[in-house]
């Protein structure tokens, strides 16, 4: 039995459908996503820290110099990204989430409530008396 190929079945058409996708720069805006690659910076710094950024393997924070170029920040290590890729995800960033959600804190560390004392009471013993 012979089959016949449809044009969206034939070969030369699959390949035109399934071009290889270029990985692209990722890039969350907000506190929570810079705070798990670097610590917060003084206001006199240079860097202004604007949200985390990947690649495949590359993960950092994303931050911005005063100069106005963007660098990805690993603990204290600094690599200069291309500028125009990353203004390019960040403008199609999500930004950060609620931030009335955000101040809130998870429940294991919120402080307990204080407990009303508890009240002990003690009976006496009986004493078996010999006669």
């Keep these: 039995m012979q089959v016949q190929l449809t044009s969206e079945t ?13 990985p692209g720069w990722r890039v969350v805006l907000g506190r929570a ?13 240079e860097l202004k820290l604007l949200g985390s950024v990947s690649k495949g393997a590359q993960v950092g924070a994303l931050a911005m110099t005063t100069e106005g170029e963007y660098v990805q920040v690993v603990g204290d290590h600094v690599t200069p990204l291309k500028t125009k890729e990353i203004a390019k995800a960040v403008a199609n960033a999500p930004k950060e989430p609620n931030s ?4 809130e804190s998870p429940p294991w560390l919120v402080d307990r409530k204080e407990s009303p004392t508890p009240v002990v009471i003690l009976k006496k013993r009986r004493v078996a008396v010999m006669p």
Excluded at 33 to 45: F, I, K
């Design 100 to 103: 009335e959600f955000v101040k």
């Design 10 to 22: 034939s070969p030369h058409n699959s390949k035109q459908l399934r071009k290889p996708r270029k």
């Design 33 to 45: 996503a810079w705070s798990r690659h670097t610590h917060e910076r003084c206001d006199g710094d």
